[in-house]
């Protein structure tokens, strides 16, 4: 007797072969047979109607803090996904010595703008080094996770405050590539790094002090076991991001070893831009180099509020500052002091944006009657500017009204299509776990398959998964997985094909520290399996039975090569 069998399904395989019906039968946590089943499962799921394919891989990820409190790292695994990569963009909470913890939490609150408050009581800091880390997050873990080491945290490491001042010397370098080693020896898929990111202080993180020479020798341990190097490049400047791409490409050939770099994104301002970017990772790839930019499925949604700095305002310096630095009491006073507010106001008009914002949400019930409501709409009705009229309604609400900028970029169907269908483009940059307040990318496979499958038609089905599944499986180096093939690892996806989408982004109050964050529920997704175990269906929600596992990027061996 069969652990489990799932009939009657259409699989999609992820080879990018055409679609098949059978049955799939599982033993233990890996597929066991895949045809016709006659013998019986102990469980049995029935997917007539439905698509059976590979449990879709994220590879951008900031779950490092969550996973302390849910290895489930709700909601992605609803969404179908069954291994996460977090770790990106050179921060991870390991290695990390107890007096750098605090630095750590503020790069992560800045960088990728989770509240402090969550930190303080959602992690109980029982580790330091990047094997501690790996056997904490194994508790309770329903969810695979390839997790990336930081190369910021790895300079904090060795360096201690230095690491944020200056380059390496040979003898740092050289501690550097032994604790690299550690983490890879101890579950790390590969090494993130950024060339754009700042901290709390909003001076650079620790990995922008780092000379050519120093990634290099980093690059060089990644040889030794054959894993990725991921990095965030100067992205706003495409000559710059060129650059970036083209050492990426240096080292992967002199190393052979695969790189990404992330975010890759299409704007009408800079669809030249992209196409220049794109026509010089063709290149290197023809050269036998391996880098890999990453695309997101979804259009550039913000959502912010003045009581937390957000994105929204990081070209706008004196916003940014006010907002950063500022305590709620000295937010409101700049914003009621006429002459400042007269200076920020006009700082903001040199962006036309504001008129379609809309209004999210207020507390205040005089305020009711905006609510979805553009500034535009909102200042005709007040007798006022949008820009202005965004500044009233946030000291009335004493900075908490919520306002949405959405679709700012990354909204050409036609232009993201050509992208996603790119043989040399990565679907990722979904940053689920980090940005909270800002947007929720939670849905971003969903969103692959309901809009540009089901209904631009722009990639079948096939296309899609392959996409999301074995290409991301290859890529990264997980052996074993994204592929439906006997002997492999029983991750799989359940879903309806024609109706799998993301939900509408709602509020939820469901973070440490009374914190709140926006989520997207699946929707069209029926049954994720992760290791041969039902780990949440759209009936019961998550099961207890946790099966996630830690991904180590080992060498793939010849079952996981074919499908490079």
Not at 43 to 56: C, L, T, Y
Not at 104 to 133: C, H, R, S
Not at 468 to 476: G, N
């Amino acid at each position: 007797m069969y652990d489990l069998v799932i009939r009657n399904g259409t699989v999609v395989d992820g080879s990018g072969l055409p679609s098949y019906k059978a049955d799939i039968a599982i033993s233990a946590n890996r597929i066991a047979k895949i045809g016709r089943v006659a013998e019986k499962g102990k469980k049995e799921v029935n997917a007539a109607g439905k698509v059976v394919s590979p449990g879709f891989i994220d590879p951008h990820t900031h779950f490092d803090a969550q996973l302390l409190w849910d290895g489930y790292a709700k909601p992605a695994l609803s969404h179908g996904v069954t291994t996460i990569v977090p770790g990106n963009c050179s921060l991870s909470l390991a290695p990390l010595k107890e007096k750098h913890r605090m630095k750590l939490v503020g790069m992560f609150n800045q960088i990728e703008e989770m509240p402090l408050k969550a930190f303080k009581e959602g992690v109980a800091w029982d580790w330091e080094t990047f094997a501690e880390y790996i056997t904490r997050i194994r508790k309770g873990l329903a969810i695979n996770v390839a997790p990336l080491v930081g190369h910021s945290v790895i300079r904090l490491w060795v360096m201690g405050d230095a690491a944020m001042e200056r380059t390496a010397n040979a003898e740092e370098i050289a501690g550097m590539q032994a604790v690299l080693r550690e983490c890879l020896d101890a579950g790390a898929i590969g090494l993130s790094t950024s060339y754009v990111d700042m901290d709390e202080t909003l001076q650079p993180v620790p990995s922008r002090y780092a000379d050519a020479d120093e990634v290099d020798a980093l690059a060089s341990v990644l040889g030794e076991y054959g894993r990725i190097l991921q990095i965030v490049p100067e992205f706003y400047d495409p000559d710059l991001t060129i650059a970036r791409l083209d050492q990426l490409a240096e080292l992967s050939l002199k190393y052979s070893i695969p790189t990404t770099f992330s975010p890759l994104f299409v704007n009408a301002d800079n669809v030249e831009a992209v196409d220049r970017v794109m026509a010089r990772v063709d290149e290197q790839f023809a050269r036998g180099a391996r880098v890999w930019p990453q695309v997101q499925t979804r259009p550039i949604d913000i959502s912010f509020c003045f009581a937390v700095p957000s994105l929204m305002f990081i070209r706008l310096a004196s916003w940014y500052k006010i907002m950063r630095f500022g305590t709620p009491e000295q937010i409101m006073a700049a914003f009621s002091d006429a002459e400042t507010r007269k200076k920020l106001v006009a700082e903001a008009e040199q962006f036309p944006i504001w008129p379609i914002l809309r209004l999210r949400a207020v507390n205040t019930e005089a305020n009711q009657k905006y609510v979805g409501k553009t500034l535009a709409e909102i200042a005709a009705m007040r007798g006022t500017t949008a820009i202005d009229a965004m500044i009233d309604l946030s000291l009335e609400e004493k900075l908490d009204a919520h306002f949405m900028a959405a679709s700012m970029g990354h909204n050409s169907d036609e232009k993201v299509s050509s992208m996603l269908k790119h043989p040399r483009v990565h679907i990722g940059a979904s940053d689920g776990g980090a940005h909270i307040l800002s947007f929720s990318t939670y849905g971003d496979t969903g969103y692959l398959f309901g809009h540009f499958v089901r209904n631009l038609k722009a990639m079948s089905l096939e296309e899609a998964v392959k996409k999301v599944t074995s290409d991301t499986a290859a890529i990264w180096g997980i052996p074993e997985r994204g592929l439906i093939r006997a002997g492999y690892v029983a991750d799989l996806v359940i879903f309806d094909p024609s109706t799998i989408d993301r939900g509408e982004e709602v509020y939820v109050q469901d973070v440490p520290g009374d914190g709140s964050r926006y989520v997207r529920d699946a929707r069209g997704v029926d049954t994720v399996i992760v290791g041969g175990g039902v780990a949440w269906t759209a009936k019961k929600g998550y099961a207890k039975d946790t099966r996630g596992k830690i991904l180590p990027g080992i060498e793939a061996d010849a079952r996981s090569l074919e499908i490079a």
